[in-house]
DNA sequence: AACACTGTCAACCGCTCCGTA
DNA sequence: CTACGGAGCGGTTGACAGTGT
């Protein structure tokens, strides 16, 4: 079958922009916006693919724009997103004002991943080597990537205060060696968060963790973005560092609703939407 | 100086998503 | 409900600049 080309590919330029070009697409935008990029070439006077015209837009020429290197803060944030999100790139983009999808990919593909490697942190898992800590049961092997199956075991021996340790596994049959595959696909389908019992010291929850919806920014307040950065420091704690115990269990108790947590939502606790079936809220 | 190698990033390609008729 | 078309996304490519030998 197949479909047909998003434009007359014979009669379009490829490769590099001109400057000629940039100007003739900025022209356009300014006097019309940005409305129909099929038509748009053709409108513009220009010999390209709206595909591209789009993409040199957004990623080149958009006056919003910044430009220049990461700051340290962009580096965290986004890898702090990247492990809650995966490569969902526009996501990310989308927190980072002036910051575009693309540029972002390739900064992580050139920039980051190699810190992280330094760090000993895989960057697609964000699974670091194993901390234990002095207590023989405390294991926290990779901070929750999005859209997977997570069982966090809750381990009560050997722990004076009475306050679990915490395993994550991929899911209830692998190790907590595992190496998680970040993906960055669909949504997955959804179960209750269930509690299946280990052993009378031992507790497994399966806490799935669903994130797809699109980000609006317009509509998330300063105070909601540091909302959403302080609950992206407390889901994904910088890896070389030991989890405190105490604050990981106190963040399984509680109930949230994430579309506020990360910033997705107006400014109240909870969108009202997202508690399921067994009284725990999820993403919704 | 010339060449090889490596890193960066703009741009392309193919696919999926989503709105609409 | 379905098909279609446009928009958007993420992976990949290739040109170019920088660095090392």
Known sequence: M?????????????????????????????????????????????????KSCRLRWINYLRPD??????????????IKLHSLLGNKWSVIAGRLPG?????????????????????????????????TTNSATAVFTTIIPTTTTKNISMDYENNVDQKPNIIINNNATSSSHDETKCNSGTTEETKPLEI???????????????IGLPLHTDHISSAESTASYNFLATVAPPPTAA???????????????????????????????CKNTTGFYRFC
């Not at 047909?4 to 379009?12: D, G, I, R, V």
């Not at 724009?65 to 990461?70: P, V, W, Y």
């Not at 390739?106 to 942190?121: A, P, V």
């Not at 109930?255 to 107006?266: D, E, K, M, R, S």
């Open 2 to 50: 197949g479909r047909s080309p998003c434009c007359e590919k014979a009669h379009t330029n490829k490769g590099a922009w001109t400057k000629q070009e940039d100007q003739r697409l900025i022209n356009y935008i300014r006097a019309h916006g940005e409305g129909c990029w099929r038509s748009l070439p053709k409108a513009a006077g220009l010999q390209r693919c709206g």
């Open 65 to 78: 724009l910044k430009r220049g290197n990461f700051t340290e803060e962009e580096d965290e944030l986004i």
């Open 99 to 131: 910051r575009t999808d693309n540029e972002i990919k390739n900064y992580w593909n050139t920039h980051i991943k190699r810190k992280l490697i330094s760090r000993g942190i895989d960057p697609q898992t964000h699974a670091a080597a194993i901390s």
């Open 196 to 210: 299946i019992p280990q052993s009378t010291s031992q507790v497994m929850i399966n806490l799935e963790l669903s």
């Open 243 to 273: 989890v405190p115990m105490a604050g990981a269990a106190e963040m399984v108790a509680k109930t949230v609703c994430l579309c506020w947590q990360i910033g997705f939502q107006g400014g109240s606790q909870c969108c009202g939407k």
